[in-house]
C-alpha cells in the first residue's frame, strides 16, 4: 500500500473525503493501517466531523481478572506498554459487528471501563509512577483520546463499589455503607448509606439512585427495592423503600432480579421466572418487567424463548446489562450473549443472539450502554 496515490494526497483534501463517511464507517477504517489511524483521529479532521450522530453500542466489562493485572507490571520500567494492548471492545447492534476501541492513549497500568453516559468512559486504573494501592477513576472519550482523571480513591472502591454515572459532570461510587458522589468540582463527597444489604445492580435514573436490596432471612432471599434522590444524599435514612400494596408478589417470583435503566422515567427488572414459591425452585424463563416511576405500575414486557433459555438454564449464574430498549444476557459457557432489542413503537421485543465476542474470559461477560461519539470532556 506504500506506493498508493492516497499517500500523496494533501491531508485536507484526505479529511475531507473521509469526513463524508458515517462515523461507523470512520471507526473502521481506524484500525486498516498506521496513516489511516493517524490520519483520522487528528484534531484537525475530529473537529471537521464534530457533528456527527453518535452510535449506540453495547461495550464489554474486562473479564474480573484483568482487576489484578497490574500486580505482575510493577517491575517493568515501560508501563505504558501494559495499556496499549487495551482496548474497549462495543458490538454495533445496527451493523452485526463488534468494533474496537483502542485504550493505548491513556499513561496507566491496567484500565478497566466499568460505565459511560453521553458519549464518555468510566475506567479505573492504577497510575504509572506510584506502587501504591491508590486507584483513580479516569473519564475518557476513546473516540476523541482525550481523558481527565477524577480526584484519586482507594483501592476498596474500586473492588466494591458500583459506579454510576449521569450528566458529564455527575459520578457517584455507590456501596452498602457509603457513596461517594463528584460533581465537577475537584473533590469526592462522601454520604453515608445505610442499606440493609449490599445494593444489587443500581442504577441513576434522571436524580434518583434505585437498587435491589435483601431484606429477607440468612436462608431465604426477599428482594426489595430501594431509592433516594440526590438531594437527600446528606440525610441520615436517605433510602426510600418503593412498595406499593397493588404489587403484589414482584419481587417473589423472579429468582436472581437485577435492575437496568430503562427509557425515560422507566426501569427494567430482569430475573428468573420462578416456577413456584418454594425455597430452590427452578425457573422456566427470563423475564423482564418494566417499572413506570411516574405511575408506579408495572407490566411485563418480554420473556425470553424457550430455545434460548435450554442455554441459561444449566447455569446458575448469569449476567445482565444493557439500557434503554436494549437487554445482553451472558452466563457461563455460552460462549455468546443473548440480546433483547424492544421497539415501543410494536410493543414487542426481538431476541436474538450475538456471536464473535472477543476475549478468553469464563464467559460470563457484564457490561454497559455505550453512545460513541464526539463529546467533549467536561
Known amino acids: 500500500m506504500d506506493g498508493s496515490p492516497m499517500y500523496r494526497l494533501p491531508l485536507d483534501t484526505l479529511h475531507y473525503i473521509f469526513s463524508t463517511l458515517p462515523l461507523r464507517q470512520i471507526i473502521i477504517c481506524r484500525s486498516v493501517c498506521k496513516f489511516f489511524y493517524q490520519t483520522l483521529t487528528a484534531p484537525a479532521f475530529m473537529d471537521l466531523i464534530s457533528s456527527q450522530p453518535p452510535l449506540d453500542l453495547v461495550a464489554l466489562r474486562p473479564p474480573h481478572h484483568h482487576h489484578h493485572h497490574h500486580h505482575h507490571h510493577h517491575h517493568h520500567n515501560n508501563n505504558r506498554d501494559v495499556s496499549s494492548h487495551q482496548a474497549l471492545h462495543a ?3 445496527s451493523s452485526n459487528q463488534w468494533v474496537r476501541f483502542p485504550l493505548g492513549f491513556l499513561p496507566f497500568r491496567s484500565p478497566t471501563p466499568v460505565a459511560s453516559s453521553v458519549g464518555l468512559v468510566y475506567l479505573w486504573a492504577d497510575s504509572l509512577n506510584s506502587l501504591e494501592s ?3 477513576l ?5 473516540l476523541t483520546r482525550s481523558f481527565r482523571v477524577l480526584p484519586q480513591l482507594g483501592s476498596a472502591w474500586s473492588r466494591h463499589g458500583s459506579v454510576l454515572v449521569g450528566s458529564p459532570n455527575r459520578v457517584l461510587v455507590l456501596t452498602e455503607l457509603a ?9 469526592w463527597f462522601k454520604f453515608s448509606s445505610n442499606l440493609p444489604s449490599k445494593p444489587r445492580s443500581p442504577i441513576l435514573v434522571a436524580d434518583s439512585v434505585l437498587a435491589l436490596c435483601d431484606v429477607g432471612s440468612p436462608w431465604r432471599n426477599q428482594w426489595k427495592l430501594f431509592a433516594c434522590t440526590l438531594n437527600h444524599l446528606q440525610k441520615s435514612q436517605p433510602w426510600t423503600r418503593l412498595e406499593r400494596h397493588e404489587w403484589g408478589d414482584v419481587f ?18 430482569v430475573g ?6 418454594s425455597l ?3 425457573c422456566s424463563t427470563i423475564l423482564i418487567l418494566r417499572l413506570d416511576l411516574d405511575k408506579l405500575e408495572w407490566n411485563e414486557l418480554g420473556r425470553m424463548p424457550p430455545e434460548m433459555f435450554r442455554c441459561f438454564q444449566e447455569s446458575s449464574k448469569f449476567k445482565v446489562f444493557g439500557a434503554g430498549n436494549r437487554v445482553c444476557f451472558s452466563a457461563k459457557r455460552v460462549g455468546r450473549l443473548a440480546f433483547w432489542d424492544y421497539s415501543p413503537d410494536a410493543e414487542k421485543g426481538d431476541w436474538r443472539w450475538i456471536s464473535g465476542v472477543p476475549g478468553n474470559g469464563d464467559g460470563l461477560f457484564r457490561g ?5 461519539g464526539l463529546t467533549a470532556l467536561p
Open 138 to 142: 479516569i473519564v475518557c472519550n476513546p
Open 252 to 269: 417473589d417470583i423472579l429468582k436472581r432480579p437485577r435492575l437496568v435503566k430503562g427509557l425515560g422515567n422507566q426501569i427494567l427488572m
Open 134 to 136: 491508590g486507584k483513580s
Open 368 to 372: 454497559f450502554v455505550f453512545q460513541a
Open 280 to 282: 430452590n425452585a427452578s
Open 91 to 93: 458490538f454495533d447492534p
Open 179 to 187: 457513596t461517594l458522589y463528584f460533581s465537577g468540582s475537584n473533590v
Open 272 to 277: 428468573g421466572l420462578k416456577s413456584s414459591f
